[in-house]
């Protein structure tokens, strides 16, 4: 094994040969798989951040934005980037999810392209490997939420910087580093710390070679600039968004950043984000193997003391800067650090290349091959069974979709029947909410919420027409029984699951 740790910094352009595209096939076929397989029922049920990103699209097709340019966290770029798929699959849960798997696959590619420039083929070989089937990541991969979109970003920009450093004489590879920076202001507020990472790229070089790379800073840092300024003066605008209810709302006190330190890197460790719809709640981030391999990493790149190492590390620390900020009580959040995640997999392949360095050393190069290879088939097999083994069985009714389920009994009633909503975000888990049911029925004019704590006989005789009442099967409306409501005694019930 030849893992070349030492190489010079950026050392090679990032263009993806022949070489390379035969080492990423294999790579991508498994990616593939374990993200498009099942796709349509896993996960299967639209909740309200794929309601919020489905109204944001929509506004853009009418061509509004709504003040300051966000809405409940969520930017104007990922709702941009998925109207070609919606267009071309329709506005379901599906064309979210296959928006999401494609822009994970191109963030692999991405991730490939920076291992390959920073420490070769083998550590980006394994990196990517290891990012295809992480759980961390696949969750999100096939979630169809705009998380997905933000490790591909921080690798494009990352993956622009790093080659722009090696060819200074370049100006779209700096300009494209500026932009992707920039554009992470549109997204999340866990990529607004891209401009740092990027420009600490560029800055690592500029003391070392001023007059060579000053001409790169300047064109990113335009590009960056002009890029940010719509955003920027769209925030300035709408003052409030900065003062309280989107920005300042989110900052933590002093004495909240060391607990929230603690609780960031006990989400690798020992107990990561309790939300079920990303995570088994509690489980950690990535899985004991890669989390051992990982550390390995992480020494291995600080005794080489070089600014590889410097890269890789600060940005994995930096990009959990936003999360943490935000506060103790909004963490571990596997969603706010995930544009982490690449660089904790350049770590494990660092770590899994020094392994077989070291075992090539001791025996030989075709049993550090075979350990390698077992190693990486491990972390698959972990991933992947954690996956639809244990989060997908851990969705709330056992993955059951259940406001797919009311759109489906709707949609094949009559147009003249009205559906009544009884109450909606059912306990234990929230589900199913109101717009995730209309915003996928032919018909959502035809459904009409009800305050299960005001339903009574009264109110369903003064119904008009035809109608079917929809209610949480944990929740017995009150005020049915006795005098005046004999007429509901032979009501017909719907069970959606069958039984």
């Not at 990032?14 to 080492?23: C, E, K, Q, R």
């Not at 571990?332 to 050393?361: K, Q």
Request: one cysteine or more; proline letters at 7%; charged letters at 15%.
């Amino acid at each position: 094994m030849d893992c070349r740790i030492r190489r010079p910094f950026g050392s090679e352009i990032p263009v993806i040969g022949t070489i390379d595209a035969a080492v990423l096939a294999p790579v991508l076929a498994v990616a593939i798989a374990v993200r498009v397989a099942l796709l349509d029922s896993m996960p299967g049920e639209w909740y309200g951040d794929i309601s919020t990103v489905y109204e944001f699209t929509t506004a853009l097709r009418r061509g509004d934005l709504p003040p300051g340019w966000f809405v409940l966290g969520i930017g104007p770029l990922y709702p941009a980037l998925v109207r070609p798929v919606l267009w071309l699959l329709g506005d379901t849960y599906f064309a979210f999810k296959a928006a999401s798997v494609m822009v994970s696959l191109a963030g692999i590619v991405l991730l490939y392209s920076l291992g390959r420039q920073l420490f070769g083929r083998p550590v980006a070989a394994m990196s990517a490997g290891v990012a295809a089937v992480s759980s961390w990541w696949l969750v999100f991969s096939r979630l169809g939420d705009q998380q997905a979109l933000n490790p591909t970003l921080t690798l494009a920009a990352t993956v622009a910087a790093v080659a722009a450093v090696r060819a200074p004489r370049s100006i779209a590879l700096p300009a494209t580093a500026g932009v992707a920076a920039s554009l992470g202001l549109y997204l999340y507020g866990n990529t607004f710390v891209l401009p740092v990472v990027i420009g600490a790229v560029f800055g690592s070089e500029l003391f070392r070679r001023r007059g060579v790379v000053g001409r790169s800073c300047a064109v990113a840092a335009t590009a960056a600039v002009l890029t940010a300024a719509p955003i920027v003066v769209a925030s300035i605008d709408n003052g409030e968004m900065i003062g309280g209810r989107h920005y300042g709302s989110r900052f933590a006190s002093v004495w909240d950043v060391v607990p929230g330190l603690w609780e960031a890197a006990g989400a690798y460790v020992w107990a990561g984000d309790p939300t079920f719809r990303v995570n088994v709640p509690g489980d950690p981030h990535v899985d004991t193997l890669s989390l051992v391999l990982m550390i390995v990493g992480i020494g291995v790149l600080v005794a080489d003391r070089r600014r590889r190492g410097l890269l890789v590390v600060g940005a994995f620390a930096l990009l959990h800067v936003p999360a943490i900020l935000a506060g103790p009580d909004d963490l571990p959040s596997a969603g706010r650090t995930l544009a982490a995640a690449p660089f904790a997999y350049l770590m494990i392949g660092v770590g899994l290349c020094w392994l077989g360095d070291r075992v090539a050393e001791r025996w030989t190069r075709a049993w550090a091959a075979r350990l390698l290879l077992v190693t990486m088939v491990m972390i698959s097999f972990v991933n992947v069974r954690w996956y639809f083994g244990r989060y997908v069985p851990g969705l709330p009714y056992a993955n059951t979709p259940i406001a797919g389920s009311i759109v489906d009994f709707a949609d094949s009633l009559a147009p003249d029947v009205t559906i009544y909503l009884v109450g909606a975000d059912w306990e234990p888990s929230g589900m199913p909410a109101e717009k995730s049911i209309r915003h996928q029925m032919e018909r959502p004019e035809l459904l009409v919420r009800l305050d299960p704590a005001t339903l009574d006989c009264t109110t369903l005789t003064e119904l008009e027409g035809l109608a079917v009442l929809v209610w949480s099967p944990f929740v017995v409306p009150p005020s049915l029984g006795g005098d005046g409501c004999e007429i509901f005694d032979d009501l017909r019930v719907y069970v959606a699951n069958g039984d």
